[in-house]
C-alpha cells in the first residue's frame, strides 16, 4: 500500500514563472491538503480539497491555486513565482470524518526560486 | 485567527537525559495532534488528545492535554538517538481541515 506521493521532489524556478505540484494520496483517502513549510517553521495550511472543490482555504494569496481529481490526486499551482516561495510544499491526505483525523503526509517538494 | 506556539525552539540533551515541549493556544482546541519531523523528512503523524485533561503514552512518550484544551506538552523519558528531530504540536481552527502547526520544537540528542 503505497503512501502519500508527490512529484517532483525538486524543483528550481526563476521569479515570475509558474509551477504546478502534484500529489496523490495514500490508497482510501479521499481528501487532500497542502502545506507550506519554510526553513526552520512550521508547515502552513494553504488549501484543502474534498470531492474535487476546495472547501477551506488559509491566508495565501490568489497566486496558489489548486485542483483535485476524480481518483482524489490533486495538483498545486503557483503563478507569478516571488522569491519568497522557495520552500518545502507538503500534500497529506486524510479519511473525511474519520476518527483519530489524522493527515499523512508526503515527502513534499522542494521549491527553489531564484 | 488562531495561534499555536511551542516552547522550547531548541532543545539539546545527553542521551538518557528526559526531554519535554510545551504547546500553548490562543483559543480553545476541540483537540490537538503531535507531530514529528525526522532531519530530511515530513511530518508523521505521532498521537491525538481530544479529552480535556487527556494523557496518552506510548512507549517512552508521554502526551498531555491541558483541562481548558489550550496547552499540551510531550514528554520524552530517558532519550535516545533515535528521538532526533522536530516535535510539532497542531490544532484545528474550526472544523476539519485548517491545522494550525506550532513552529516546533528541535530535539537533538548527544550519544
Known amino acids: 500500500d503505497a503512501g502519500v506521493t508527490q512529484s517532483p521532489t525538486h524543483l528550481i524556478k526563476t521569479r515570475g514563472q509558474q509551477v504546478t505540484l502534484r500529489c496523490s494520496p495514500k490508497s482510501g483517502h479521499d481528501t487532500v491538503s497542502w502545506y507550506q513549510q519554510a526553513l526552520g517553521q512550521g508547515p502552513q495550511f494553504i488549501f484543502q480539497y474534498y470531492e474535487e472543490e476546495e472547501r477551506q482555504r488559509g491566508n495565501f494569496p490568489d497566486r496558489f491555486s489548486g485542483h483535485q481529481f476524480p481518483n482524489y490526486s490533486s495538483e498545486l499551482n503557483v503563478n507569478a513565482l516571488l522569491l519568497g516561495d522557495s520552500a518545502l510544499y507538503l500534500c497529506?491526505?486524510?479519511?473525511?470524518?474519520?476518527?483519530?483525523?489524522?493527515?499523512?503526509f508526503g515527502p513534499g517538494t522542494r521549491l527553489t526560486v531564484t | 485567527g488562531q495561534q499555536v506556539m511551542q516552547i522550547p525552539q531548541y532543545q539539546h540533551v545527553q542521551e538518557g537525559e528526559d526531554f519535554t515541549t510545551y504547546c500553548n493556544s490562543s483559543?480553545?482546541?476541540?483537540?490537538i495532534q503531535w507531530y514529528k519531523q525526522r532531519p530530511g523528512g515530513h511530518p508523521v503523524f505521532l498521537i491525538q488528545?481530544?479529552?480535556?485533561?487527556e494523557v496518552k503514552k506510548q512507549k517512552r512518550l508521554t502526551f498531555q492535554f491541558g483541562e481548558a484544551k489550550k496547552n499540551s506538552s510531550l514528554h520524552i523519558t530517558a532519550t535516545q538517538t533515535t528521538d532526533v528531530g522536530t516535535y510539532f504540536c497542531?490544532?484545528?481552527?474550526?472544523?476539519?481541515?485548517?491545522?494550525?502547526f506550532g513552529k516546533g520544537t528541535k530535539l537533538s540528542v548527544k550519544p
Open positions: 488528545l481530544v479529552k480535556s485533561g
Open positions: 483559543t480553545t482546541l476541540s483537540n
Open positions: 497542531a490544532g484545528y481552527e474550526g472544523s476539519q481541515g485548517n491545522l494550525i
Open positions: 497529506a491526505s486524510s479519511r473525511r470524518n474519520w476518527n483519530p483525523y489524522e493527515q499523512y
